[in-house]
């Protein structure tokens, strides 16, 4: 049985394979349409999500299976004081997969320990974020024709945000990555990220403080909101909140060919009036979300569609 905690859990050659899978999914959507019938999705939802939640919940729906779950910690037994071990092996019984976010690092690893069905991290706290990487890497596959030979802006909140850490992690596997981190001094990487993970792996990185340094050299740039969640005070999250904003004017910098990515939800640090852009990618973005969680629970589940 197999669980999903990082990307790094699937290699390269399994990740191109569940990709494929995605792509054959979004073409002909008819033929995955009752492959998982008889089968339920739990979603157990301890920190707030519309799209990852959704989107499972979709995606489990669109393969013909049924969902059930909690989407906040105070409507299940959490608030009553269960452990997350206790609490998956309840639903281990009730489920054939589960698919769980905690604002907790590493409490979704924790369940999978205890664990009969596939647990899948949504999100665990500032860590990772693997099903947006999964999401990510599809947005770019198909938008860009590669996952090579990219240089990539990562801009915003870098300290908190998982889904940088996650979508870090996947791409440096790839040949000819380079990444420009675009935040503000307070909100850079981790250095458990810039030592252990770009570093160590040799991997081209320049850090930068102002967008419009970056723009011109980027084929993706990927957007993120700043955690106010995971600040310890509020004046630092006001202080940071409108630090970037991304608008025509900085858009007219960027190649033609770029991209904009964002997992979202958006704040402040897309101007709507980017959105008409045909760059703009973010919205796409989200609809890849659901054909990549229908390729990984077949995966998962081991269900092979002819
Ligand atoms: C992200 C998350 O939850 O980390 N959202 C998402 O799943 N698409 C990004 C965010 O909340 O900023």
Known sequence: MQHLMSPLDFSVEELDKL??????????????????????????????????????????LNLGGSVLGFSSA??????????????????????????MRHPKEGAPLVASQRSSIPVINAGDGGHQHPTQTLTDLLTIRSLKGRL??????????LKFGRTVHSLIHA?????????????????????????DVLEKNYIPFQEVERLEDAMSELDILYMTRVQRERFFNEDDYV?????????????????????????????????VEVDDDPRAAYFKQ?????????????????????
């Not at 959490?78 to 489920?95: L, N």
């Not at 970037?244 to 897309?270: C, F, T």
């Open 19 to 60: 990709l494929t899978l995605a792509n054959d999914i979004e073409h002909n959507p008819q033929k995955y349409a009752h492959a998982c019938e008889g089968k339920k999705l739990a979603t157990c939802f301890y920190e707030a999500s519309t799209r990852t939640r959704l989107s499972f919940e979709a995606a489990m």
């Open 74 to 99: 105070d409507s299940s037994s959490a608030s009553k004081g269960e452990s997350v071990s206790d609490t998956i092996r309840v639903i281990s019984c009730y489920a054939d997969i589960c698919a």
């Open 148 to 157: 090579d030979n990219l240089t990539i802006g990562l801009c915003g909140d």
């Open 171 to 195: 791409l440096i596997r790839y040949p000819h990555i380079r990444f420009v981190l675009i935040s503000p001094e307070e909100l850079r990487v981790p250095s458990y990220i810039r030592e």
């Open 239 to 271: 202080r940071m909140k409108d630090f970037y904003i991304l608008n025509r004017k900085k858009m007219s910098l960027a190649k033609e060919d770029m991209i904009v990515m964002h997992p979202l939800p958006r704040v402040n640090e897309i101007s």
């Open 286 to 306: 989200a609809q890849y979300g659901v054909y990549v969680r229908m390729a990984l629970i077949l995966t998962l589940l081991e269900v092979n569609v002819c």
